[in-house]
């Protein structure tokens, strides 16, 4: 797909603070969309998104302008979001986030904009008294990134007369890792998420215990940033449990794709989830899953994907399965590898832009 030069300038805004996946999933759309629009990446100055812009080779092409402001509704991110959208001549936005868009309504006031905001968190709030009515009435187009989202935004988010929906699928930010897989005596379980309170790695962790009882060979690794706050309850964890010194908390990776050919199991019981980008991986990469099924991961189940998914919040089915996987580990090894195909397809980056210029002007 070569770029268009019928689209009109385009930014892509993200400025969260934080480090997850929708930080990374805004680092990787800018990337996917800068090959084919004039595309402005605007993010918060001196966060996280602004330091992989700066130091990760992968995003160092993407143009982007930083903005500085310490509160969401604000005369900063008003004035600052006006003044570089009319530099560039903005036409289409596309948002990723949540709270600042109550400055951006302001910081577009008067301006003809094809705003497009992305849904990539489950909401449980509505947003639907008068003033999120007003913030959301220019919206274009919503996109969830899954048919599961698309229910909560429908239910939580208020809908402007002209708003539309779409449902688009991420794609994977990079080709999948070219290491070899490497084999090992020992099952090697992988964990890839924050190490935080409702992401799951305690039962993670707990869902071990049968292959320690079965005297099954594991170790297990958990690649995501650390919660400071949560970092008693880890301890106290691993102190009731008798394999401790199996399980590795080893902190963010930017190299998480040679993680998945490093290891036989991905698991990844999350309580909830509105798509899961470690999923997509996962799946793509050839690696057995496990998880829960609830929310957005049974989505990815009804894509047609060899994945193992348990009744949700049942510690005992998670055992259960994860004990079945490794007492049957090379044909199960052998069916995931399949998925590799199907994921080529449906996680293809040519497939995700052209479906986001279908929204542009």
């Not at 909830?272 to 999923?279: H, S």
């Not at 004990?323 to 199907?342: D, T």
Request: glycine share 6%; with cysteine; aromatic share 10%.
């Amino acid at each position: 797909m070569n770029k268009p030069t019928h689209k009109q300038p385009t930014a892509l805004i993200c400025l969260s603070p934080h480090i997850g996946g929708m930080e990374l999933a805004s680092l990787k759309l800018a990337k996917t969309l800068s090959r084919y629009v004039d595309l402005t990446f605007i993010i918060q100055e001196g966060k996280f998104i602004h330091q992989q812009c700066l130091n990760n080779p992968d995003y160092r092409d993407i143009r982007f302008e930083t903005i500085a402001f310490s509160r969401t509704l604000g005369p900063s991110l008003i004035r600052n979001g006006r003044k570089i959208v009319k530099k560039y001549g903005i036409k289409n936005v596309i948002f990723l986030g949540a709270s600042e868009l109550k400055s951006l309504y302001f910081s577009f006031l008067g301006l003809d904009i094809n705003l497009i905001v992305r849904h990539g968190t489950i909401k449980s709030t509505p947003k639907k008294d008068w003033f999120h009515r007003l913030i959301y009435s220019n919206v274009a187009y919503h996109v969830p990134i899954s048919k599961y989202m698309s229910g909560n935004v429908q239910q939580i988010i208020p809908f402007g007369p002209k708003s539309q929906m779409r449902v688009i699928v991420p794609s994977l930010p990079k080709p999948i890792s070219t290491l070899p897989k490497t084999p090992s005596d020992t099952l090697r379980l992988l964990h890839a998420g924050r190490v935080t309170a409702g992401k799951g790695i305690d039962k993670a962790i707990l869902a071990c215990a049968i292959l320690d009882e079965n005297n099954i060979p594991f170790s297990f690794d958990n690649f995501g940033p650390a919660d400071p706050k949560y970092a008693q309850k880890l301890e106290q964890l691993l102190k009731s449990i008798t394999y401790a010194d199996k399980i590795h908390i080893k902190g963010f990776t930017d190299s998480i794709y040679d993680e998945y050919q490093r290891h036989d199991i991905f698991i990844f019981p999350t309580p909830d989830e509105g798509y899961g980008n470690v999923m997509m991986e996962a799946i793509s990469h050839g690696i057995i899953v496990i998880a829960f099924d609830n929310t957005a991961i049974s989505n990815f189940g009804e894509m047609g994907f060899h994945i193992h998914l348990v009744e949700d919040q049942n510690l005992d089915a998670l055992k259960e399965r994860l004990l079945f996987i490794a007492q049957n580990l090379e044909n199960e090894k052998a069916l995931a590898l399949e998925n590799i195909g199907k994921a080529s397809i449906k996680f293809a980056s040519d497939r995700e832009a052209s479906e986001y210029l279908e929204l542009l002007v």
